[in-house]
T-cell receptor, first 114, second 110 residues
Framework: DAGVIQSPRHEVTEMGQEVTLRCKPISGHNSLFWYRQTMMRGLELLIY????????DSGMPEDRFSAKMPNASFSTLKIQPSEPRDSAVYFCASSLGRGNQPQHFGDGTRLSIL | GESVGLHLPTLSVQEGDNSIINCAYS??????FIWYKQESGKGPQFIID?????DKRQGQRVTVLLNKTVKHLSLQIAATQPGDSAVYFCAESGYSTLTFGKGTMLLVSP
């Protein structure tokens, strides 16, 4: 079975550039989550969607970050303009249903902003 | 053991030993708990979950224990193998979002 698919796996870019991270959730899952992982702060929830609708974006660090889910099989996380402090591993996860269910993670995008 | 929000501890065991990884959670209203395993370069992988109406749940070689009185969660791994080496995270939830601890690194030597 296909799991959560993220692309690209690695991204290196210069500060000020726009970065777009992509995620394909598990088919049939209707909740999607974006996380950021750093050594200092661990795993932090940025935003989550239910049935393609953003439910909670309180974890989005600032206006430079935006996320969309145009359909049930695709989501993007965009950073514009990017800054060196945005360097982290970004994970997408999906789950079945909105209540307490296991979230299944992709293998992440390692982002480095120079 | 680990506590949500603190540094990353390390547990070193010999192959074949049983491992116990501990987690103290903070929110007494949490009613769903989950353990993840994360290997280097990969995303967190679901291991086992437990709801607050239970105090023990078993999987294949793993057991999760929940003590709501002291807000403590543990993961027991039987007959630990080198492939179990990874960072293990506990997470808690009140409804739909998970709050993760910082993790415990498990090192298994042959």
């Amino acid at each position: 079975d296909a799991g959560v698919i993220q692309s690209p796996r690695h991204e290196v870019t210069e500060m000020g550039q726009e970065v777009t991270l992509r995620c394909k959730p598990i088919s049939g899952h209707n909740s999607l989550f974006w996380y950021r992982q750093t050594m200092m702060r661990g795993l932090e929830l940025l935003i989550y969607f239910n049935n393609n609708v953003p439910i909670d974006d309180s974890g989005m660090p600032e206006d430079r970050f935006s996320a969309k889910m145009p359909n049930a099989s695709f989501s993007t996380l965009k950073i514009q303009p990017s800054e060196p402090r945005d360097s982290a591993v970004y994970f997408c996860a999906s789950s079945l249903g909105r209540g307490n269910q296991p979230q299944h993670f992709g293998d992440g995008t390692r982002l480095s902003i120079l | 053991g680990e506590s949500v929000g603190l540094h990353l501890p390390t547990l070193s065991v010999q192959e074949g030993d049983n491992s116990i990884i501990n987690c103290a959670y903070s929110n007494s209203a949490s009613d769903y708990f989950i353990w993840y395993k994360q290997e280097s370069g990969k995303g967190p992988q679901f291991i086992i979950d437990i709801r607050s109406n239970m105090d023990k749940r078993q999987g294949q070689r793993v057991t999760v224990l929940l003590n709501k009185t002291v807000k403590h969660l543990s993961l027991q791994i039987a007959a630990t193998q080198p492939g179990d080496s990874a960072v293990y995270f506990c997470a808690e939830s009140g409804y739909s979002t998970l709050t993760f601890g910082k993790g415990t690194m498990l090192l298994v030597s042959p």
